[in-house]
């Protein structure tokens, strides 16, 4: 199966540690987003990245989270000194091409982060 | 700022009925409607779109609506199916900006009942 692979599935954390969250997109796709939901919510966008830059990350927190999406290995998002507000399913979905459409979005199934 | 609105947070109906999922969107740049099911503890899976030079979309069992003035569309699902139970989310796309990204409504949680 050569879908979206997310990791970790479920991550905890304690208030003021990291998260690191990485997303393997399909074979193929060198466009990555990643979503967020918090609890109720739907999900919401956050950065829009191809490999080794970022596209747009107007719905990304301005400190604390970046990411990034190397020439070689998964995309990262990184949280730094996290807060219970952060608890929420982060997603990532890849594309084979800027300007898709027709459903070429493929979702991973998601890394749960809970910060105690 | 809630550009797209699903205000109805769930939804039950008798297997073999019809299934009727609503969605509002106030951004007129909107060109692009996905509706995509979710499942729990699992990724959302695309279902169908619609261009907004169209005003019907079907596949199979699921037809989508769009009706431009209104700034509404709908996902009709007709027989409904016990496995069609998940969260339905509507989603759309500005695509001046060329990036893909996706606007989500809330979602709606559909129940099929046998």
């Known amino acids: 199966n050569a879908g979206v692979m997310q990791n970790p599935r479920h991550l905890v954390r304690r208030r003021g540690q990291e998260a690191r969250l990485r997303c393997s997109p399909m074979?193929?796709?060198?466009?990555v987003y990643w979503y967020r939901q918090l609890p109720e919510e739907g999900l919401k966008f956050m950065v829009y990245?191809?490999?080794?830059?970022?596209?747009?990350e107007s719905g990304m927190p301005k400190e604390r989270f970046s990411a990034e999406f190397p020439k070689e290995g998964p995309s990262i998002l990184r949280i730094q000194q996290v807060v219970r507000g952060d608890s929420a399913a982060y997603f990532c979905?890849?594309?084979?091409?800027?300007?898709?459409?027709?459903?070429?979005?493929?979702f991973g199934e998601g890394s749960r982060l809970t910060v105690l | 700022d809630q550009q797209v609105k699903q205000n109805s947070p769930s939804l039950s109906v008798q297997e073999g009925r019809i299934s009727i999922l609503n969605c509002d969107y106030t951004?007129?740049?909107?060109?692009?409607f996905l509706w995509y099911k979710k499942y729990p503890a699992e990724g959302p899976t695309f279902l169908i779109s619609?261009?907004?030079?169209?005003d019907k979309n079907e596949d199979g069992r699921f037809t989508v609506f769009l009706n431009k003035s209104a700034k509404h569309l709908s996902l009709h699902i007709v027989p409904s199916q016990p496995g069609d139970s998940a969260v339905y989310f509507c989603?759309?796309?500005?695509?001046?900006?060329?990036?893909?990204?996706?606007?989500f409504g809330q979602g709606t949680t559909l129940q099929v009942k046998p």
């Open positions: 979905a890849s594309s084979p091409r800027q300007g898709w459409n027709t459903g070429e979005l493929f």
């Open positions: 074979k193929g796709h060198s466009h």
């Open positions: 990245l191809q490999k080794e830059n970022i596209i747009d």
């Open positions: 951004n007129s740049m909107f060109d692009y």
């Open positions: 619609i261009s907004s030079i169209k």
């Open positions: 989603a759309a796309s500005d695509g001046s900006s060329n990036t893909g990204k996706l606007i």
